[in-house]
């Protein structure tokens, strides 16, 4: 470059391929640069596409903490103002109304009172009761209080007319069998097909239990009513009998499946 009066040189540059290059390279990495500083440390970066959803989410979580920390200010100025009424006096105990003991004496009596309504319905339901509990024979007479030997299906009842004095129930794998009087073992003994006999007596009344897997109960053991003594498998048939003073009583009739 010349200057125009002395036609002096005032400076030169020399320009080559190379060096038109690299400046235009260090141009453009200080841009880049310049822009990536201004979008992620100013908020010019909300304006680009994809920022105004985060933005977005942003206030709204930033709102609903301003929101929850206006209701525990509240909550907090309402104790504030409740404690200051106590300490100064302002609140007054809740008031109870007293009732004489007379009163008292009085409806405890009308709460004693029998009402015939009442007396009869729990009368009505006692017995009831009674009637569902209690075991009876085919005959009538009282045996006792029989608990289900054993969840299941009875598959074959007992036929007295053909000797067959059992009835034969189906049940799950790993279903307990269950003592259904208290009384004492009076036997627990292996069958043919591996499995077990179990005789569980109470005075005159004998319950015998036969195709049971696994004894849980020694012989000579005492049980109470609906303890386990067995287990089943669920490949064989729970066969069961029940004697009264040598007499047989069907299962069916006598215990509700």
Do not use: C
Not at 32 to 46: D, Q, W
Not at 100 to 119: F, G, K, M, W, Y
Not at 138 to 152: E, I, K, M, T
Not at 238 to 253: D, K, M, Q, R, S
Request: net charge negative.
């Amino acid at each position: 470059m010349l200057d125009d009066t002395t036609l002096r040189e005032v400076f030169h540059f020399r320009v080559s391929t190379l060096g038109a290059i690299s400046v235009i390279t260090i141009t453009l990495l200080s841009l880049i640069v310049l822009l990536s500083v201004l979008i992620v440390y100013t908020p010019i970066r909300n304006i680009l596409p994809g920022y105004s959803a985060s933005l977005r989410q942003q206030l709204i979580m930033e709102s609903a903490r301003v929101d929850s920390l206006q209701t525990d200010l509240a909550l907090q100025r309402q104790y504030l103002d409740v404690i200051k009424q106590l300490t100064a006096g302002d609140i007054r105990p809740d008031s109870v109304q007293s009732l004489d003991s007379l009163q008292l004496v009085e409806r405890a009596q009308i709460l004693e009172q029998s009402n015939p309504a009442t007396d009869a319905f729990l009368s009505q339901y006692e017995q009831k009761e009674r009637d569902r509990l209690m075991v009876y024979t085919a005959s009538g007479s009282n045996v006792r209080q029989l608990y289900r030997p054993v969840r299941g299906v009875v598959t074959q009842p007992a036929r007295p007319d053909q000797h067959n004095y059992g009835i034969a129930v189906k049940t799950a794998a790993k279903e307990p069998v269950l003592a259904v009087t208290r009384g004492t073992i009076v036997s627990a003994e292996r069958m043919a097909d591996n499995t077990f006999a179990v005789v569980l007596q109470h005075n005159a009344f004998v319950a015998t239990y036969r195709h049971v897997s696994k004894v849980l109960k020694p012989q000579g053991a005492s049980v109470e009513t609906g303890e386990s003594i067995g287990i089943m498998d669920g490949d064989h048939d729970l066969v069961f009998e029940l004697w009264n003073a040598g007499a047989f009583v069907n299962p069916e009739e006598v215990i509700v499946w």
